[in-house]
């Protein structure tokens, strides 16, 4: 039986529930490499940062209140809030291009999306804040391209323009949205080549943008550089692994019903089946797919990750929510019920695993790393036992007079040099110290400089583990006199080890290269 919706929606259950169980899995478990990572940007504040512009770590600062609450769950906060609020622009979104029942497709749709819900929602990733301002700038522009170029159009094409200048702000790839925009214009509607607005509009983004501008001249333009290296394809030679790799995460992170009902839906367009509804609805399109085939393009050759694109997904759900509302009115149709199925049992098999590791996956995977190291559950787990454990025994040598107080830490790469920044140092008058190239370090190049740099005849902790294990001897661009034979410290799961750190004292440093 179809149970029709009235104009009394869930859809505000659906922001609680879907807020709170994220909020509940946002609280629960440790920092992952890069969110401990982005912790740095708001830790060390700048116009900008080696990887990304600033916005991640403004939205950390704002919502820890500068860091005062640092626990997981404020340090995720702003994620928790964005998936909120993506829910509900993908709600307006679809109730915009057709009625509430396509908005509550659409919200559901979001929902079910593994990189929407969790990735986006849980994470802390500079893909969080820009979501929320790429779908503002969807929705306003939607509202500027429906009809006439009147007041209300430039209204909201001007608002369009904030949002995107924020997005710029947050994630270079919002690049995509601006050619969406402009495919459309040339396509559809290049009246509004003619309106100063949209002159102004693009005076309004260069500004929003100039932080990182700014920062950038004061860096050689060593962001752009870096990214640029990254898409290069003639730089590396064909890899079918690297497209098999990006596929299978695309497909796990758009959720696999919602990726077939996304292809369905693209042939549908290409097809002509939406030459009926409203022609902005193809704004959906042309910011989306861009965007998903240039990473696709790029992983023939080249190491991509599949979150890269998410946000071309996250575009077509509306498309996809309107495809639905053609066939049914249901309040869940099959294809949201599986996808909201395929979720939950995501959600609970990967929380049941990063918990107790019911999965033995080093029998099914071989790597050539240590204890641990097949098992990427790990990489949010532990973290806090490597903090407790540390601590005292730091002091012990410390009181002995075996070690300074406050020694820092130094690493090789930039995590887990940051996880340690969060893990060990917060709270302390300790630091960390990464040796090696920028591209290697990141943003631990100027965070260096920030404590001095590493200096001559100073002792120092070394931590690898088992899961990611470097020798300090193999470390080439430091020399310490001598290095004393390490510590370990188990991390424990359901009472038995899951991996160790190795803690070694560096003493003396005669060079570093």
């Not at 622009?89 to 915009?96: A, F, P, V």
């Not at 639905?324 to 294809?335: C, G, I």
Request: net charge positive; hydrophobic share 50%.
């Amino acid at each position: 039986m179809k149970i029709r919706i009235s104009t009394a929606y869930p859809i505000f259950y659906l922001l609680f529930i879907s807020a709170a169980l994220r909020a509940f899995i946002a609280a629960g478990f440790c920092l992952g490499n890069d969110e401990a990572y982005y912790y740095t940007y708001a830790l060390y504040p700048a116009l900008s940062h080696f990887d990304h512009p600033p916005m991640v770590g403004w939205v950390i600062q704002l919502f820890s209140l500068n860091l005062h609450f640092s626990s997981e769950f404020f340090i995720r906060l702003a994620a928790i809030l964005a998936g909120t609020v993506n829910t509900w622009l993908l709600y307006c979104i679809g109730r915009q291009i057709r009625d509430e029942l396509t908005g509550w497709y659409a919200a559901l749709l979001y929902t079910a999306s593994v990189y929407g819900f969790v990735i986006v929602g849980v994470f802390i990733l500079p893909d969080s804040p820009q979501s929320v301002f790429w779908l503002s700038a969807v929705l306003f522009l939607l509202k500027a391209f429906q009809g006439e170029i009147n007041l209300g159009a430039k209204r909201n094409f001007l608002l369009a323009s904030v949002f995107i200048g924020l997005a710029l702000l947050s994630k270079y790839t919002t690049a995509y949205l601006w050619l969406g925009m402009m495919v459309y214009i040339l396509v559809y509607n290049r009246k509004w080549l003619q309106t100063g607005v949209f002159y102004l509009s693009h005076l309004i983004m260069g500004v929003l943008f100039l932080p990182v501008l700014i920062w950038n001249a004061q860096n050689d333009f060593v962001s752009f550089l870096f990214h640029s290296s990254r898409v290069e394809p003639l730089a590396s030679s064909f890899t079918p692994d690297y497209l098999i790799s990006e596929i299978l995460g695309e497909t796990l992170y758009a959720n696999p019903v919602i990726l077939v009902l996304i292809i369905m839906v693209i042939v549908a367009f290409f097809r002509g089946k939406f030459n009926k509804e409203k022609p902005e609805v193809s704004l959906l399109v042309w910011t989306a797919l861009p965007l998903i085939a240039t990473f696709l393009g790029v992983s023939i050759f080249r190491r991509t990750l599949p979150h890269w694109n998410g946000l071309g997904y996250i575009s077509l759900l509306p498309l996809a929510a309107l495809w639905l509302r053609n066939r049914s009115d249901s309040v869940f149709p099959l294809a949201i019920k599986s996808s909201l199925a395929f979720l939950a049992l995501l959600i609970i098999l990967a929380t049941a695993q990063i918990m107790t590791g019911f999965i033995p996956l080093e029998r099914y995977i071989k790597t050539t790393g240590g204890m641990g190291s097949a098992d990427y559950s790990l990489e949010v787990y532990g973290w806090n036992q490597l903090r407790d454990k540390f601590i005292p025994l730091a002091a012990k040598y410390e009181q002995a007079g075996l070690m300074p107080v406050n020694a820092p830490i130094v690493c090789f790469r930039w995590f887990p040099a940051a996880n340690y920044d969060y893990y060990v140092t917060r709270g302390t008058n300790r630091f960390v110290l990464a040796s090696g190239d920028t591209a290697s370090i990141h943003k631990y190049a100027w965070i260096n400089a920030i404590h001095g740099g590493f200096r001559l005849n100073t002792n120092a902790w070394y931590i690898t583990s088992s899961r990611d294990f470097k020798n300090p001897r193999s470390v080439s661009t430091f020399y310490y006199e001598k290095i004393l034979p390490p510590d370990t410290i188990s991390i424990e799961r359901m009472g038995k080890p899951a991996y160790y750190f190795y803690v070694y004292r560096l003493m003396d440093l005669q060079a570093k290269r």
